[in-house]
């Protein structure tokens, strides 16, 4: 892999095969590690996953006699 200059920052691109490893594709987030001094990490970012995964088991059924209406949580 080859540094680049991407605007002010630097940039490399990711070989085939660790693409298809990861089933990544454009504008996918990844999570890069540094594992030690010299050597990195490439993960598919799963703060997303995580977050929804959260946020499913926070969920709680609604009152038998629950009714939504739009209108009245729109009124002002």
Same mark, same amino acid.
């Given at each position: 892999?080859?540094?680049?200059?991407?605007?002010?920052?630097?940039?490399?691109?990711?070989?085939?095969?660790?693409?298809?490893?990861?089933?990544?594709?454009?504008?996918?987030?990844?999570? #890069?590690?540094?594992?030690?001094? +010299?050597? %990195?990490?490439?993960?598919?970012?799963?703060? =997303? *996953?995580? &977050?929804?995964? #959260?946020?499913?088991?926070?969920? +709680?059924? %609604?009152?038998?006699?629950?009714?939504?209406? =739009? *209108?009245? &949580?729109?009124?002002?």
């Amino acid at each position: 892999m080859r540094v680049a200059k991407w605007g002010n920052s630097l940039a490399i691109r990711l070989p085939s095969a660790v693409v298809e490893a990861l089933e990544l594709k454009e504008g996918d987030e990844i999570e #890069v590690h540094v594992t030690n001094g +010299r050597s %990195f990490e490439i993960a598919r970012d799963r703060t =997303r *996953d995580r &977050a929804l995964g #959260v946020i499913q088991r926070l969920r +709680r059924p %609604f009152p038998a006699d629950f009714k939504f209406d =739009r *209108d009245e &949580a729109n009124e002002r």
